[in-house]
């Protein structure tokens, strides 16, 4: 489980830099920054229903 959200955490991480890169890249040109970003908060929003779950169940041990 801890692997899982370390994998999803750097895919969130690498969607937020690909956002910044796109936001100086473009110049608000097209659309791919508000796409990455997107992908961002839902791979975010995963992230916190998976904890939450995982929590809930007791899968989280330290």
């Known amino acids: 489980m801890k692997i899982f959200a370390v994998v999803l955490f750097l895919f969130i991480l690498y969607s937020l830099g690909s956002a910044l890169y796109y936001m100086f890249k473009d110049k608000g ?4 920054m508000v796409k990455s970003l997107s992908i961002r908060i839902t791979l975010s929003l995963i992230l916190f229903v998976i904890m939450m779950v995982s929590a809930r169940l007791d899968m989280l041990s330290s």
């Open 29 to 32: 040109q097209s659309t791919r």
